[in-house]
């Protein structure tokens, strides 16, 4: 029995010796093997066994290769290189070493120091200020990244306060051939003030406005196009005004759209644009303010610029008044002239003239012949700015169907 619990220890013994020599000594025969057969890995090893506390460590960073190359060759070469530099890049390049490899920096340092103290001192006293300080690439990032976000900023700012036509015609220009700027438009229209940059869309080529919209962000673009369709609403508010003012009378419509009273002088601009030549002329015939008229004129000439407008209907409107002022001033000569004549004669001249439809002459707008002026509209121009006791006499000695025909085109508008 004895012999048999013998035989079973000596058994269990080798168990575990075969198991310590698998787990253990194998292992550790290849890493050893390794490490003196494997330079890459006797490399990586030192420098992971060089962290070790103590003289351990410091054996095993004695030891290990410096870039698969003889370290104290490359140290020498690196030490000799950075003393040929000007002090500054030499402490830009040891700056990083050192915050890379405290150790690996120090003997460079030695190095260079036994070559040429004074310039290693010097360098030594650059290293230490940048430590004082910011990263050096940090701080150069930082500044060319201000540098850049400034230089973007001043641009959106002018963008923003610039002529808006010259802004509409740099954007279109500069979307088709920029491609840093064709880049950058969302965040330009992203950072630019949301009114400016809806009143900038607004008169921008309808693809180039689509492309432009559809780059922002969804808060963004959902503002901007609100503030778009307000803008869209309120010029259609404007246009229906101006049908209203077609067929006012002209008194009325010269209280209320002869001055900026009720409307700015843009809201003026739109309403002018949307009426007739002949209507804008005969409104602003009977305005006696020439500052307000030169002021009207420039609101729609810059519509028409910002809309692409290829003619500007204010020459003509100019030009109609102009017409309609000369023809007036004829018109009130006469009913000067026909007041002091006998009644009598005064009739003979209306009949006659009432028969008359020849053209005697006639405005042209945009080279068309757009009004046409004969004997019968001149008479009854004269006769509607006669006072009622003049005409009523006049009216005595016309014959009665003449009379009768004289009086509805008197009532007419």
Known sequence: MEDMGNIKQKKSWKVRLILITLLIILPLSILTFLYFNNKSFNSKANNILSKLPGALGEYFYSSSDFDDVDSEYKKEYLANHFLSLDSNTAADKLYII??????????????????????????????????????????????????????????????????????????????????EFRDNISEIFTVMDEEKAAEILYYLDESLKDDILFSLEDNIRSTIEAKLS?????????????????????????????????????????????????????????????????ELFNSIRKQEELNGDEKSITGEISKTIQFMSEYNKKIDDLVSVYEKM??????????????????????????????EITDSTIVIDVLSRMGNKTLSSIMNYISTDKASKLTQMLVEP
């Open 342 to 371: 006998n009644p009598s004669k005064v009739a003979k001249i209306v009949e006659k003239m009432m028969d008359n439809d020849t053209t005697v002459t006639y405005l042209e707008i945009f080279s068309e012949p757009a009004y």
């Open 98 to 179: 050192k915050g890379e490899d405290e150790k690996l920096y120090a003997e460079i340092i030695r190095i260079m120091n036994s070559n040429s103290p004074t310039k290693t001192s010097e360098i030594i006293t650059i290293v230490r200020n940048r430590e004082q300080s910011k990263n050096i690439l940090s701080s150069i990032y930082d500044e060319v990244k201000d540098r850049n976000e400034s230089k973007f900023l001043d641009e959106v700012n002018r963008l923003e306060n610039q002529d808006l036509l010259s802004t509409i015609n740099e954007i279109t220009k500069r979307m088709e051939k920029d491609k």
């Open 230 to 294: 307000a803008k869209k609403a309120e010029y259609l508010k404007l246009v229906d005004l101006a049908g209203l003012y077609e067929v006012k009378p002209v008194e009325t419509a010269v209280e209320e759209i002869g001055n900026t009273e009720i409307y700015t002088i843009d809201e003026l601009g739109t309403i002018y644009r949307n009426l007739s030549i002949l209507k804008s002329a005969e409104i602003l015939s009977k305005v006696d303010d020439d500052d307000f008229i030169q």
